[in-house]
């Protein structure tokens, strides 16, 4: 079992910068790949990012390509996501989630999310 913590979140003007951090628990957390997923009032949620378990592979929605970095430190049991050059509709809650397999977009373990606002 992994379980999962987000921060970095918080309140930015647009074309500012916010890193992520979600720490994982759990000595197996090398073996998941991990992604970053958000969710605003009204909108479905959307998978933003992630990252196999090894990073040799990583995924990034269209709407954040070329300014949203996803990594991870497998030693630290940590993953990040860089944000930079934010929009307001960037504004949601975003959580980070464990997958057994980067490939089968099936996510079993979820942190309790953190507010991302972005203001124009």
């Known amino acids: 079992q992994v379980q999962l913590v987000e921060s970095g979140g918080g309140l930015v003007q647009a074309g500012g910068s916010l890193r992520l951090s979600c720490a994982a628990a759990?000595?197996?957390?090398?073996?998941?790949?991990m992604g970053w997923f958000r969710q605003s009032p009204g909108k479905e949620r959307e998978h933003v990012a992630a990252i196999s378990w090894s990073g040799g592979a990583t995924y990034y929605a269209d709407s954040v390509k070329g300014r949203f970095t996803i990594s991870r430190d497998n030693a630290k049991n940590t993953v990040l996501l860089q944000m930079n050059n934010l929009k307001p509709e960037d504004t949601a809650v975003y959580y980070c989630a464990a997958a057994r397999s980067y490939y089968s977009g099936l996510y079993d373990y979820w942190g309790q999310g953190t507010q991302v606002t972005v203001s124009s």
């Open positions: 759990g000595r197996t957390f090398s073996s998941y790949a």
